[in-house]
């Protein structure tokens, strides 16, 4: 049964690589089912080598698949093909000690250097939506529909909280930093909101920067480097987006 490994180990190998989605799940299940099966049919008729030939031919597309054949072709078994969905974009784990990111971590809890862990949440998406960054609750930050940088202006941002709650917040992800580093308790007025109780912007501020020293001249240096600018409607333009209809739909796996 030696050889059989071989196949599986390279189907757990694939869809580590994939979006995570109820959907991709299932096609990996029918993928392995489909390769044990056939080979407890081998095994029952002859295991001599042209049989083995024959099972190795038949599987013989698994030793040729790859990442980028996955996700530009799909892979359908049964009707189920791979779905786009939930991504992992790990690109920022190497920037640990980056001055930025840390910055960004202590003024605005958006780590964007985060490692997977198994208790994390899954989720399905309507569209694709690649999850670069989390906040000390471990609730996801992602872009819907693409990758995302500081440059493009097309991309909006999403958040999904383990509690349910999720939306689109931001029309790209500048304008997703810059509500982040100039108003970073945005997620406490949603909230407020929520409830309609009262608040005022001022005293939500200060009461998120009386344990962060020196917060304002930190501030002053992410905001220089990443060139963001305070944008007096930033606030409205979250709620803008949260009202938004959108294809950006989420439930729990």
């Known amino acids: 049964m030696i050889f059989i490994y071989e196949y599986v180990e390279q189907v757990e190998e694939l869809f580590k690589k994939l ?21 407890y049919e081998l095994k029952k008729e002859n295991m001599d080598e042209e049989h083995i030939k024959i099972f190795k031919e038949k599987h013989e597309w698994i030793e040729n698949l790859n990442f980028n054949d996955a996700m530009m072709f799909g892979v359908s078994i049964d009707g189920m093909t791979l779905s786009e969905g939930v991504e992992f974009d790990t690109s920022g784990q190497g920037c640990k000690s980056d001055r930025n990111y840390q910055l960004l971590e202590e003024l605005c809890d958006i780590s964007l250097c985060y490692e997977r862990r198994k208790e ?34 097309d991309v909006p941002i999403g958040y999904v909280r ?4 999720y939306g689109r917040i931001a029309n790209n992800f500048k304008d997703f930093l810059e509500l982040a580093v100039f108003y970073p308790y945005w997620n406490k007025v949603i909230k407020l909101e929520r409830m309609r109780i009262e608040y005022s912007l001022d005293k939500l501020e200060q009461e998120w920067i009386i344990n962060i020293p020196d917060f304002y001249k930190k501030q ?9 600018n305070r944008n007096e409607k930033s606030i409205a333009t979250l709620f803008d987006n949260l ?4 294809d950006f739909f989420v439930c729990v796996i």
């Open 243 to 246: 009202r938004m209809e959108s």
């Open 120 to 153: 994390d949440f899954e989720f399905n998406c309507s569209v694709k939506f690649v999850i670069f960054a989390l906040d000390k609750c471990r609730d996801y930050f992602g872009s819907i529909e693409g990758y995302c940088n500081i440059e493009e202006l």
């Open 220 to 228: 002053k240096e992410l905001s220089d480097v990443l060139k963001l």
């Open 162 to 165: 383990r509690d349910g709650y």
């Open 19 to 39: 979006p995570v989605s109820k959907n991709n799940k299932k096609v990996k299940e029918a993928i392995l089912a489909e390769i044990v099966n056939d080979y």
